[in-house]
């Protein structure tokens, strides 16, 4: 695709126009590829023109004490707009303006992080919900941040719990140990009911932990590219306004200040500037992806549909590479790619790509698939020669082969759901067809091997994320999700319903994909499926410290200056929207990473007993 080409023009053709059609949108019914297909019920980004912003790279950050900071500031998103507000995670070595450094750890090698909440408004305050869970209007010029190390094996009391508010003028310390293998977390907002706006306002940043098997190092144990030919992704997709703003609406259906539950955006970005290009040696790079967005599951490709690899997911390196064309990335997954350019030949282009069409209820007002997110360019230069290992685990040098999935001496139900109701609003979607308020939360015992079927009766994909483990898919199985819905009618939100599934399958169970079979924290749950997984709990003793814990609400550590203190937060809190009354929390979370969703209140508590 060469230079000139609009928003519109990168839209057209895809897939999803037919779709809108079929649903009622108003959108064209003219061949695909020859029309544009815009529908009236949402809202669109203007013109941009791909490839005129270089691939931004990210600063580093590391050292045993971090300081990182919410800032409002503003920033570019593309050459041809002006800058406009955002928010980013600064610190005293790196200043902000939109997302966060790369931190680079460890593993075993703790660090002690300082969060600080320098936020002075919000640039997206006019999209709060002061329905939503815990939410209060002086929120919109003193909003609240919870910073969470996603798939961190952390304490609870630094793990970024929902309702651990750190507000303006606050701070909070987090003990990070790293407990970990080599991998590729990110750490995001996940303040209760605004988790939505602040991550995709900017509040999003890398954290890598090495070890000395994945060094970062050129020369390393495994062969891999490292230095400049090892680059972190963090994918996104936004709704911009005319004036080349972040907008928080997707469709004039839902009136601002309202919670949508779930928006598709139109525009790719990638490491925070719309459609970049990079610069590209002959050589193997390795590409650290995040899926970052608010919505969207991607089946990710290049334009030329060649065959790439992947070495690791959530949670660590894979046996070996596995040799793909495409895979699919749901939002919170992370996933490690080798990506040969030596055939790349100079100023020849290839591009990342995206074909998967939007969900159900966002294709039937005339979303349409996001498809595009940057393109390679390749140069003169010689790049990394080292070729594609043959293995990542087992050899030399090398981690121990991934052990056999362990046999569960627990059968957990839970699920995945939607109240069968039309309103605007849409209706809320639910975990076990609870509230986060609830008392009734699933308390798993330390050292246990669980097996979660997770069902979802919904038509839509869903991805889960279980703070504090990791763990393995067993599989996921087709089910009669009708019978089993009038088998068992749903009751009102509140009453927990997590009927068994068994006798409901409508074929047999499908084997995770290879490239998804390693550790993971975050599971893609599809539509009308039972998606099982096993789950180890650890022990205290194993994690050097008590999972189930209690701590106080407010944060560990104040700062002079304006807003409310922890007490008064943790006081007002509690008289709101179900927020608890006690001034201490106990355990972890978990949830849907569609970010709309878990802030309306696809989340759950959870305990690990001892």
């Known amino acids: 695709m060469g230079t000139g080409v609009s928003r519109r023009s990168v839209l057209k053709g895809s897939a999803v126009g037919a779709a809108a059609v079929a649903w009622g949108a108003k959108a064209s019914a003219a061949p695909a590829g020859s029309v544009d297909v815009e529908s009236p019920l949402i809202f669109h980004s203007p013109d941009f023109e791909p490839f005129c912003d270089e691939l931004p790279s990210l600063p580093m950050l590391s050292g045993s004490e971090v300081t990182l900071a919410a800032q409002v500031g503003t920033h570019v998103f593309h050459r041809d707009f002006p800058s406009s507000p955002a928010l980013s995670y600064s610190s005293a070595e790196i200043g902000g303006g939109y997302l966060g450094p790369t931190v680079e750890a460890h593993s075993d090698e703790p660090i002690m992080l300082t969060f600080e909440n320098n936020l002075a408004g919000h640039p997206l305050a006019a999209d709060m919900d002061m329905t939503l869970h815990g939410m209060q209007a002086e929120f919109r010029a003193n909003p609240p941040t919870s910073l969470h190390l996603h798939g961190g094996v952390n304490p609870p009391e630094s793990d970024g719990h929902p309702e651990l508010l750190v507000m303006p003028g606050q701070a909070a310390m987090h003990h990070f140990s790293h407990g970990q293998e080599a991998t590729h977390l990110w750490y995001h907002d996940h303040a209760m009911g605004i988790t939505r706006l602040n991550v995709y306002a900017g509040l999003i940043g890398n954290y890598l932990i090495r070890d000395e098997f994945d060094t970062g190092k050129l020369g390393n144990p495994l062969g891999l590219p490292a230095e400049e030919f090892e680059i972190p992704l963090i994918l996104q997709e936004k709704i911009f306004t005319p004036a080349g703003a972040q907008s928080g609406r997707s469709t004039i259906l839902i009136p ?128 990394f020669t080292g070729g594609v290992p043959s293995q990542l685990r087992g050899g030399r040098g090398q981690r121990g082969v991934l052990a056999p999935l362990e046999h569960p001496t627990v059968i957990r139900t839970v699920t995945v ?190 305990r690990i007993v001892p």
Request: charged fraction near 20%; charge should be negative.
């Open 256 to 383: 601002e200040g309202s919670w949508e539950g779930g928006a598709v955006g139109d525009v790719g970005l990638v490491n925070g500037k719309v459609w970049p290009e990079l610069a590209v040696a002959r050589g193997l790079y390795r590409f650290r992806i995040v899926n970052a967005s608010s919505a969207s599951v991607w089946n990710l490709h290049f334009s030329n549909m060649m065959t790439f690899w992947v070495i690791g997911n959530d949670a660590g390196m894979l046996d070996a590479p596995v040799a793909v064309s495409a895979f699919r990335c749901a939002p919170g997954e992370r996933y490690d790619l080798l990506v040969d350019f030596t055939g790349l030949s100079e100023g020849s282009t290839v591009e990342l790509r995206n074909d998967e069409a939007p969900p159900l209820p966002a294709a039937v007002i005339g979303e349409v698939t996001m498809p595009l997110f940057c393109r390679f360019r390749g140069d003169s230069r010689r790049g």
């Open 417 to 606: 759901s939607q109240q069968l109701e039309l309103r605007n609003p849409p209706a809320q979607m639910t975990l076990n067809n609870l509230t986060f308020s609830t008392t009734d939360v699933e308390r798993p015992r330390q050292g246990t091997v669980e097996q979660w079927n997770i069902v979802n009766t919904t038509p839509d994909p869903h991805p889960i994320h279980l703070h504090l483990v990791n763990f393995r898919i067993l599989g996921r199985t087709p089910m009669r999700t009708l019978e089993y819905l009038i088998r068992h009618p749903q009751p009102a939100i509140g009453n927990k319903w997590t009927p068994s599934p068994d006798g409901f399958e409508a074929g047999p169970m499908i084997a995770p994909a290879r490239w998804e079979a390693g550790m993971k924290d975050t599971v893609r749950v599809d539509g009308g499926t039972i998606t099982r997984i096993i789950v180890r709990f650890p022990t205290a003793d194993e994690l050097g410290f008590d999972p189930d814990a209690m701590f106080a609400r407010h944060p560990s550590a104040g700062m002079t200056g304006g807003g409310m203190t922890g007490g008064d937060q943790a006081h007002q809190g509690s008289r709101h929207h179900g927020v608890s009354n006690s001034g201490q929390l106990q355990g972890y979370v978990w949830h849907c990473h569609l970010l709309d969703h878990e802030d309306h209140d696809m989340m759950l508590p959870y």
